[in-house]
């Protein structure tokens, strides 16, 4: 049987795939640039909150490619998939594959750091995060310290993650990108009856998620639970 063409992510991900690398794109320049940018700073990184906060949601009430009990394997997956990768013979998966699903985990959690630490940070001029007067200056100071020091993590997680799309695109001839604007990938036989069972979440349930994730950051940066 030859290979076919099957969906594999849904549009909810992909979206919020691309949003983030494009809301990181524009971090990672408004914050070098500052100024009068500080501001969009600021709101693209409550966005960024929002949207790791539905990611996490969805990889639990998602489709079942999107949940992180079908995709995340263990270590000792991960090493033997890299063993397969670097010998040229890697064993196909539908979804991610064990290293790619644990690049997203360090993905999210080093978004989560690198926004949450941001509520907090300031810059010795204009600029703090809207939770930053609940703490001391001291504890403002080194939230700010971690800012900075996630983003150079973060960072290089990129550019591990571009490198690895790279050479699954240049190696291996597996078009990754492609098939996160499609929703769709080039599958064996076997891939396909196992994509037989998964079932797609509606995306209705994707708004309702991306609404309450981003309400709760609106409640956290309005410090709504702090007001009588």
Same mark, same amino acid.
């Given at each position: 049987?030859?290979?076919?063409?099957?969906?594999?992510?849904?549009?909810?991900?992909? %979206?919020?795939?691309?949003?983030?690398?494009?809301?990181?794109? =524009?971090?990672? *320049?408004?914050?070098?640039?500052?100024?009068?940018?500080?501001?969009?700073?600021? &709101?693209?990184? *409550?966005?960024?909150?929002?949207?790791?906060? +539905?990611?996490?949601?969805?990889?639990?009430?998602?489709?079942?490619?999107?949940?992180?009990?079908? +995709?995340?394997?263990?270590?000792?997956?991960?090493?033997? =998939?890299?063993?397969?990768?670097?010998?040229? /013979?890697?064993?196909?998966?539908?979804?991610?594959?064990?290293?790619?699903?644990?690049?997203?985990?360090?993905?999210?959690?080093?978004?989560?750091?690198?926004?949450?630490?941001?509520?907090?940070?300031?810059?010795?001029?204009?600029?703090?995060?809207?939770?930053?007067?609940?703490?001391?200056?001291?504890?403002?100071?080194?939230?700010?310290?971690?800012?900075?020091?996630?983003?150079?993590? &973060?960072?290089?997680?990129?550019?591990?993650?571009?490198?690895?799309?790279? *050479?699954?695109?240049?190696?291996? /001839?597996?078009?990754?990108?492609?098939?996160? =604007?499609?929703?769709? /990938?080039?599958?064996?036989?076997?891939?396909?009856?196992?994509?037989?069972?998964?079932?797609?979440?509606?995306?209705?349930?994707?708004?309702?998620? %991306?609404?309450?994730?981003?309400?709760?950051?609106?409640?956290?940066?309005? /410090?709504? =639970?702090?007001?009588?």
């Amino acid at each position: 049987m030859p290979d076919q063409m099957v969906r594999v992510w849904d549009l909810p991900l992909r %979206l919020v795939h691309w949003s983030l690398v494009l809301l990181v794109a =524009f971090q990672i *320049y408004s914050g070098n640039v500052g100024g009068n940018l500080m501001r969009w700073h600021m &709101l693209a990184g *409550y966005a960024i909150l929002a949207m790791v906060l +539905f990611r996490l949601a969805w990889g639990v009430a998602g489709s079942t490619t999107a949940r992180f009990s079908h +995709f995340v394997a263990g270590p000792r997956a991960a090493l033997g =998939f890299g063993r397969g990768l670097l010998a040229g /013979k890697p064993v196909p998966h539908a979804s991610h594959n064990p290293l790619g699903a644990w690049m997203v985990l360090a993905l999210l959690a080093a978004l989560a750091v690198q926004a949450g630490s941001g509520l907090f940070a300031n810059d010795d001029i204009s600029t703090e995060g809207p939770l930053a007067a609940l703490v001391s200056k001291a504890t403002s100071d080194r939230m700010t310290g971690v800012h900075h020091r996630t983003q150079r993590a &973060l960072l290089g997680l990129i550019a591990g993650h571009v490198g690895a799309v790279l *050479y699954h695109w240049g190696a291996l /001839k597996e078009n990754l990108v492609g098939a996160m =604007f499609t929703g769709v /990938k080039r599958l064996p036989a076997e891939l396909v009856r196992e994509m037989a069972a998964v079932r797609f979440a509606s995306s209705w349930r994707a708004l309702g998620l %991306l609404v309450a994730a981003a309400v709760l950051v609106w409640l956290l940066v309005s /410090k709504i =639970f702090l007001k009588p």
